[in-house]
């Protein structure tokens, strides 16, 4: 994985390109620290990382499912 800076990120914008053509990432960095803000990746890695997320209404919604709730398999399949 490369790291550029802003800088250089702008000077060599083609080249980073190239860079992420061939399947690599690179990283832009900021600042006199240097701290790092991003992560450029190719579209085909970005792609396969996509993934659903349970729970996304935690602390926003809730259910109780009582004891004495019973359900068959065949009520549960006609659903």
């Given amino acids: 994985m ?4 802003v800088g250089e990120l ?3 914008f083609s080249q ?3 860079y992420i053509k061939n ?8 600042g006199k620290k240097k701290e ?6 190719p579209y085909s890695k970005y792609k396969k ?20 709730f019973k359900i068959s398999d065949e009520e549960l399949l006609n659903l």
Wanted: charged share 30%.
């Fill in 2 to 5: 490369k790291t550029l800076q």
């Fill in 10 to 12: 702008k000077s060599k």
């Fill in 16 to 18: 980073v390109l190239d």
């Fill in 23 to 30: 399947g690599e990432e690179v990283t832009i960095s900021f």
């Fill in 36 to 41: 790092k803000l991003a992560v450029i990746v």
């Fill in 49 to 68: 990382g996509i993934h659903r997320r349970l729970g996304i209404l935690k602390n926003k919604a809730s259910f109780e499912i009582h004891n004495d």
